[in-house]
């Protein structure tokens, strides 16, 4: 075998194709390195022409097209790649030398007549110079002459939507089908023109048709409809899906597959009530045991659909004791009126007691075990929070922390849990010596960076500023967005409201005022407020406490109160960090509280136009299009 001294050699015979043959015979006879080299750029034009090309280019983006064109139509007469014809017919188009460029072109059939680029490009000319019936005639030209090669097709598919001929393209893959004698070939690529070009109803056929067929592709398939309905402003793709897996559901009641896929899209619109519906006819037909349920279950709790997440829990506690899923299911159900109710600023003591005794009941009968530590963790914080049982509920803590075999994790979040209570009650040396152990404990991790953020926020409450900013700045790093979100606004809020003296009055009283509020003395807390504006008038602190002012009202239920203040904010405030928190806020009273649809709406998209970059936004955009009429019927 014939041994390359010159690796820069070896390289571009490879690329350039010349065989060991080719060089052996040169070896045979003698021809020199230098001689090998000359012969290889001779071959491979582009690398001796790379000055070429990048000059062309250079001349393409300024639109010297004169220049650009020369060296266009040279480097394609020396590599014959299509792509650089391409870019001279660019020019001569720029330069509106169209009779040129169909010259250059019918020169270029001539020589390739099976050619379909060629074809297309004289095509597009005509079209471009108003020759639609001479542009037809070239395109259907094509479309008589595409090979039975899966290929190819894709080739002439690709080149049509290049000119922007996407019906063109539909029709190359269309006859492709046919010549290959394939309904489910193209898929993909289909339903991308399609979407192309407008046709919503095909795409999504094309898309739901394949599942019939090939129940394997559905990740896929989401995937791609995920991608293209979060481009939909006017709503015309998702009522396309909408509707569409509706009727085959109903038409194909045996194929599972579009109750899955019904189910899924559901699941992404957060309409829990047909989520659950279609949850139950998979688990009835496919005898799953609950397990889908229970998972939905939990994510409707997590997205505070009360409702659904009791009756998915129930429907599973029905199967029985001895579904894998029973005591899972009980304690989920049981969270679930927790969260239900301290969700609810308008909970009366009667509810909150009944509550209180359910919790106590199912602990009593499950034990106090590791299955059972989140019960006993709820329970205390509605001891402590809601019904003034402060001490019953920190002896409850400790005891849980006595229990063999908990998780690390799960003991950190009951000490983290107990430093709450004792920083409500007041203790601040216990809480802080919690928080201080949970943080060493867990380092770099999501419960360790909690227990810091609270650690950090106690020291803001009692006044140590400079420390609890520190704090807060490397939290902005951490791996929990809402961890790091939260800590970036309070270390901005640390940060805008210092003042040049050590004594900082105004947030002082600021912090003062949100511990208050924080252990449920809302009065006093709002009291400290008003001082706030009689001792520091136009501080910085002003639309802060406007804010903290309306997240008291909204807890204490004066809903119009706190419309007020909002409002305020964002009239006298609007390019303060509060501004689009109020508008959020906001939107959240118009929609969930008041029942009025089309204010809250309206605030929602005042948010999108005035703060696109709110980290609010995607929860705005997905509200608004709830209101609007985007989910189920």
């Not at 050619?115 to 259907?140: C, H, R, T």
């Not at 201080?436 to 926020?457: C, F, I, M, R, T």
Request: with cysteine; net charge positive.
């Amino acid at each position: 075998m014939f041994y390359f001294k010159n690796k820069i050699i070896y390289i571009l015979l490879l690329i350039t194709g010349l065989t060991i043959n080719n060089v052996s015979f040169a070896q045979k006879n003698k021809t020199s390195k230098k001689q090998i080299r000359k012969n290889i750029l001779s071959k491979h034009p582009q690398r001796q022409g790379n000055k070429d090309l990048i000059l062309a280019a250079k001349y393409f983006r300024n639109k010297e097209y004169k220049k650009a064109a020369d060296l266009y139509l040279k480097i394609y007469s020396d590599t014959k790649n299509f792509t650089y014809f391409d870019y001279y017919i660019h020019c001569l188009i720029g330069l509106n030398d169209l009779k040129t460029a169909e010259k250059e072109i019918k020169k270029q059939i001539r020589k390739n007549k099976n050619n379909y680029n060629f074809i297309i490009e004289l095509g597009y000319i005509y079209k471009y110079s108003d020759q639609p019936v001479k542009a037809k005639k070239q395109f259907e030209t094509v479309l008589k002459k595409i090979p039975k090669d899966k290929f190819i097709i894709k080739d002439i598919a690709n080149r049509f939507l290049s000119k922007k001929e996407t019906e063109y393209a539909i029709l190359t893959y269309k006859k492709g089908r046919k010549i290959l004698k394939s309904n489910n070939t193209f898929v993909f690529e289909l339903a991308n023109a399609y979407n192309i070009s407008g046709n919503y109803q095909s795409m999504i056929n094309e898309y739901l048709q394949l599942l019939k067929y090939d129940k394997s592709k559905i990740s896929t398939v989401q995937n791609r409809l995920r991608y293209t309905i979060r481009k939909d402003p006017d709503n015309e793709k998702h009522k396309i899906l909408r509707k569409s897996l509706l009727s085959l559901v109903q038409k194909y009641p045996d194929i599972s597959i579009y109750s899955e896929m019904l189910l899924w899209y559901s699941i992404q619109e957060k309409n829990f009530d047909i989520a659950f519906t279609q949850a139950k006819a998979l688990d009835k037909r496919f005898h799953e045991n609950g397990n889908r349920i229970f998972h939905l279950a939990k994510l409707c709790a997590s997205n505070n659909d009360y409702d659904i997440a009791t009756k998915a829990y129930k429907y599973i506690i029905k199967k029985g004791e001895d579904n894998v899923f029973y005591i899972d299911s009980k304690i989920g159900l049981l969270e679930t009126k927790f969260l239900k109710v301290t969700d609810n600023v308008n909970n009366n003591e009667k509810d909150l007691k009944i509550l209180e005794n359910e919790y106590i009941s199912t602990i009593k009968d499950m034990g106090s075990n590791r299955e059972t530590i989140r019960l006993i963790m709820n329970l205390a914080h509605l001891k402590a929070f809601y019904l003034h049982k402060n001490q019953e509920a920190i002896e409850l803590l400790k005891n849980a922390l006595t229990i063999n075999r908990v998780p690390l994790k799960t003991k950190a979040e009951c000490k983290i849990k107990l430093a709450d209570i004792y920083l409500f009650t007041g203790e601040v040396w216990e809480a802080t010596l919690l928080y201080s152990q949970v943080e060493h404990n867990l380092k770099n991790n999501v419960l360790g960076n909690l227990a810091k953020y609270k650690k950090a926020k106690l020291y803001y409450y009692i006044g140590e500023f400079r420390w609890a900013k520190a704090q807060f700045d490397i939290l902005k790093a951490a791996t929990s967005k809402f961890i790091a979100n939260d800590a970036m606004e309070m270390s901005l809020l640390i940060n805008d409201n210092l003042d040049n003296d050590s004594i900082n009055t105004a947030l002082s009283l600021f912090s003062k005022a949100d511990l208050l509020s924080y252990q449920n003395k809302d009065n006093e807390a709002l009291q400290t407020l008003d001082s706030i504006s009689t001792i520091a008038k136009g501080h910085p602190i002003s639309d802060d406490v406007i804010y903290k002012k309306a997240e008291i009202k909204i807890k204490q239920g004066l809903f119009h109160e706190a419309d007020s203040l909002l409002q305020k904010i964002t009239e006298l405030y609007p390019f303060d960090i509060t501004a689009d928190n109020a508008l959020m806020k906001r939107g959240e009273i118009y929609e969930k509280v008041f029942k009025n649809k089309k204010k809250a709406m309206d605030i929602y998209q005042e948010l999108l136009k005035k703060y696109p970059d709110s980290i609010f936004s995607v929860e705005a955009r997905k509200r608004f299009r709830l209101l609007r009429g985007d989910s189920f019927n």
